[in-house]
């Protein structure tokens, strides 16, 4: 069955980085978009970027210049980089592809950015 499985979450300074990492498997991930979104407490959950089959992205303008999204096919995997992290990055970050039709999401992995 369709399974993403999202990693790499901890608890980093303001300014810090972290790689998140999405691995995926039961369907075609080569010839299929991806997106990681994330959910703030208290708040609805937002996209934060997209990553197209070929590779072509886009982001959310408030990580803009800061996050950046790729994938491989070994594995086959999706990350996320996010660099010069700000409190208001905190939240549960999620993977999510649809497949035939449905709508799948990962566990979630928690980024708690504070000093």
């Known amino acids: 069955q369709v399974q993403v499985v999202e990693s790499g979450g901890g608890l980093v300074q303001p300014g810090g980085s972290l790689r998140l990492s999405c691995a995926a498997s039961?369907?075609?991930?080569?010839?299929?978009?991806m997106k990681w979104y994330r959910q703030a407490p208290g708040k609805q959950r937002e996209l934060v970027g997209t990553i197209t089959s070929s590779g072509r992205t886009s982001y959310a303008d408030s990580v803009k210049g800061r996050f950046t999204i790729s994938r491989t096919n070994v594995g086959p995997l999706m990350y996320l980089q996010m660099n010069s992290l700000k409190p208001e990055d905190t939240g549960a970050y999620y993977c999510?592809?649809?497949?035939?039709?449905?709508?799948?999401w990962g566990q979630g992995t928690q980024v708690t950015v504070s000093s």
């Open positions: 999510y592809v649809t497949w035939s039709g449905r709508d799948y």
């Open positions: 039961g369907f075609t991930f080569s010839s299929n978009a």
